[in-house]
Antibody, heavy 122, light 108 residues
Framework: QVQLVQSGPEVKNPGSSVKVSCKTS????????INWVRQAPGQGLEWMGG????????DYAQNFQGRVTITADEFASTAYMELSSLRSEDTAVYYC???????????????WGQGTLVTVSS | EILLTQSPGTLSLSPGERATLSCRAS???????IAWYQQKPGQAPRLLIY???SRATGVPDRFSGSASGTDFALTISSLEPEDFAVYYC?????????FGQGTRLDIK
């Protein structure tokens, strides 16, 4: 069974960057898309983007274009999400989630990581 | 971008009752690629339904999904105490992937 384990909570200053990791186990890393979803306090789910390691090309939501970079390290079975130019509105729980069909760039999300709280505050 | 509108925002029901949650898409969703998730406080979302009507592994059969054009529904046939949570629909038929704003299912 695929499991996703994310890095720990972060506190960042406005204007800085944060990089969150998502290590997978129990599956073939390169074959399944890893997506990033964020949830601001008391709010809903927002897709940020995803990457299918098999092709190494990431898709990004328009809202985050130019500020987010999603990468994948096949050898470490780990995906990363880096968000730059942080502002207070970026305070949220960031989740990684795995697609469930092999080689599908867009897919439903089966396993999810436990979430990483990123707090942006001066 | 496909906008998903969920209704109602909050649904208050009692255990044993039937719940029907709606999700309306702003345009056609390719292949009815709609998923439903359940989220409880402090937890990551949990997949319930994919492909509009296929139950995920381990999901009780009281959960079912349906589709009619751009209207999608999640039905819980008889509510159990553990079903009270927030539910989200998602479309993954085209990029960007989008979510509805959620329906909160409260105990009456």
């Amino acid at each position: 069974q695929v499991q996703l384990v994310q890095s720990g909570p972060e506190v960042k200053n406005p204007g800085s960057s944060v990089k969150v990791s998502c290590k997978t186990s129990g599956g073939t890393f390169k074959n399944f898309a890893i997506n990033w979803v964020r949830q601001a306090p008391g709010q809903g789910l927002e897709w940020m983007g995803g990457i299918l390691p098999l092709f190494g090309i990431a898709d990004y939501a328009q809202n985050f274009q130019g500020r987010v970079t999603i990468t994948a390290d096949e050898f470490a079975s780990t995906a990363y999400m880096e968000l730059s130019s942080l502002r207070s509105e970026d305070t949220a729980v960031y989740y990684c989630a795995s697609g469930s069909e092999p080689a599908a760039r867009l897919n439903w999300f089966g396993p999810w990581g436990q979430g990483t709280l990123v707090t942006v505050s001066s | 971008e496909i906008l998903l509108t969920q209704s109602p925002g909050t649904l208050s029901l009692s255990p044993g009752e039937r719940a029907t949650l709606s999700c309306r898409a702003s345009q056609s969703v390719a292949n009815n690629y709609i998923a439903w998730y359940q989220q409880k406080p402090g937890q990551a979302p949990r997949l319930l339904i994919y492909g509009a009507s296929s139950r995920a592994t381990g999901v009780p059969d009281r959960f079912s999904g349906s589709a009619s054009g751009t209207d999608f529904a999640l039905t819980i046939s008889s509510l159990e105490p553990e079903d009270f949570a927030v539910y989200y629909c998602q479309q993954y038929g085209s990029s960007p992937i989008t979510f509805g704003q959620g329906t909160r299912l409260d105990i009456k």
